[in-house]
């Protein structure tokens, strides 16, 4: 479990360098002309990079099944409330396809543009450089929001409360003399 907040930002920065190449990943596949290839390697990508990306922020579903029960309810609540779809859960190929027909567009384009000579290729690389970006990112940033809130109900329980320490008692009698 991350335990500050210089730690959930080297997280997060760790996160976008993987994210970062998996889109170089991608793009590169995208640039090859054979239809399906580039759809089939984003899928894969996306099965092998989404749960990583949980597990750095303490959000695989085996993590969450560790807590105990409020702290899961907290951060399982948390989840429903970024309405992310992919943290805490098992990563499947149909809810990866889901995710990449939301983007339809952009899928098509990519589909389409790689078949245009030379310059096409390098499109579809762009589109798909760019999709598995803003995918990725998007996934940190619920990731973030939900480990910030987790840790933030963590620091309020554990609030130390000092007290003072108590007087010495004195005889009244003593200082009458």
Same mark, same amino acid.
């Given at each position: +479990? ?5 730690? @959930? ?23 090859? !002309? ?14 092998? @990079? ?10 695989? !579903?085996?993590?969450?099944? &560790? ?30 396809? +889901? ?17 245009? !000579?030379?310059? &096409? ?13 803003? +995918? ?8 973030? $929001? ?7 109900? $963590? ?7 000092? $007290?003072? $320490?108590?007087? !010495? ?9």
């Amino acid at each position: +479990m991350i335990e500050s907040r210089e730690e @959930l930002e080297a997280v997060k920065k760790a996160c976008h360098a993987m994210v970062t190449r998996s889109s170089g990943l991608s793009a590169g596949s995208a640039m090859i !002309p054979i239809p399906g290839l580039d759809i089939g390697s984003d899928v894969a990508i996306l099965m092998r @990079l989404i749960p990583k990306i949980n597990e750095k922020f303490g959000l695989s !579903p085996e993590q969450i099944d &560790g807590m105990d029960t409020e702290s899961k309810l907290f951060v399982m609540t948390a989840i429903s409330n970024t309405g992310s779809k992919m943290a805490g859960k098992y990563i499947t190929k149909k809810l990866i396809v +889901m995710l990449l027909s939301k983007m339809g567009v952009k899928v098509a384009s990519k589909g389409v543009a790689k078949f245009v !000579p030379l310059v &096409g290729s390098a499109v579809a690389g762009g589109i798909s450089f760019t999709a598995m970006k803003y +995918m990725g990112n998007s996934h940190i940033e619920d990731c973030y $929001e939900i480990a910030l809130a987790t840790l933030e109900k $963590e620091w309020q329980g554990q609030e130390i409360i000092i $007290e003072p $320490e108590p007087q !010495p008692k004195t005889d009244p009698k003593a200082t009458l003399r």
